[in-house]
């Protein structure tokens, strides 16, 4: 038989985990393993009950197509927790799913990535949540200084960093520097509000309500922050408002602009509010350095290259930028000691 000394095998069963409890997604990485899970941060659940019947994935095939017996819904909204319960449920039905479902397990300490705006009621429930689904240890950190970690930007440098960073509920836009965001400017717009200003204007143009869904691969597959002359169009299915019957028409890639421009507003100036507040010897460090962007909204079309017509700095999109988030709140599990003054006290 073989034995396992002590420290060893606490090291393996420890499973000390970042998270990205993001409003689309949940980003889990486990220490010595890297990222072991990547689901939508949707739940289903039994109707007046927490009883989880699926989460992730799964889950999210069920929006907007649930019997009165179960409720899908997304417990995060705007970079924050909507609903405790749910968010619970979803977090701890996750977890288990990463220990493979064992009844048992060590509690983990987790690092969990929040927005830069948050509350400090806010952060206590993703405290809670997290405490509730198994951990024994909590530490926070700022979405944005743990995207600039995982971008690979050298944040423990006496130098300025600025990193965008476009959720699926927030944007947040920050300057670092010596393991520290100097200034940070966070607009609750991100994924979603471009979903739903694709679904207002379809709505309002052509009286055909759409999903978010729906919206969402609009987005994707033809969404855009800068027209080019070739042009893109997609087949959009939803329900005549008029008549009451399902209806399908094509929409081009000049209308998805044109209902994007109000959220791509708020992202730029947002952007310029950080670089008019930076310290005048990190802005002439940006000049050379120049602004990199996270989070999935960085993945829109032509984003990087209306921001950096519209502040004249040179902008690139990280190589991982749905990822950045966990890889810098891992970066820090696995390097507490160096990165501890970046976490939320």
Known sequence: MKFWPARRLFSFFSNDMAIDLGTANTVIYVKNQGIVLDQPSVVAVKSQTSEVLAAGNKAK?????????????????????AN???????????????????KTFVRPRMIVGVPSGIT???????????????????YTIMEPMAAAIGAGLPVGEPTGNMIVDIGGGTTEV??????????????RVGGDEMDKAIVQYVKRKYNLLIGEKTAETIKIKIGTAILSDEANQIEVKGRDLVTGVPKTLMLTD???FEALSEPISVIIDAVRSALENAPPEL??????????????????????????????????????PLLCVVLGAGKVLDELDFFRDALLK
Do not use: W
């Open 61 to 81: 095939l069920m929006l907007g197509k649930t019997p009165e017996s179960i409720v899908a819904s997304r417990p995060m909204r705007d970079g924050v927790i």
């Open 84 to 102: 405790f319960e749910l968010t619970e449920s979803m977090l701890r039905y996750f977890i288990r799913d990463v220990h493979h479902n064992r």
């Open 120 to 138: 400090q009621v806010e952060k206590r429930a993703v405290e809670d949540s997290a405490k509730q689904a198994g951990a024994r240890e909590i």
């Open 174 to 187: 920050a300057i670092i520097s010596l393991k520290d965001v100097v200034y940070c400017k966070s607009a």
């Open 254 to 256: 000049a209308e998805v």
């Open 283 to 320: 802005s002439s460090d940006l000049v050379d350095r120049g602004i990199m962007m996270a989070g999935g909204g960085a993945m829109l079309k032509n984003l990087d290259i209306l921001i950096s017509k519209e502040t004249g700095l040179p902008v690139q999109v990280a190589e991982n």
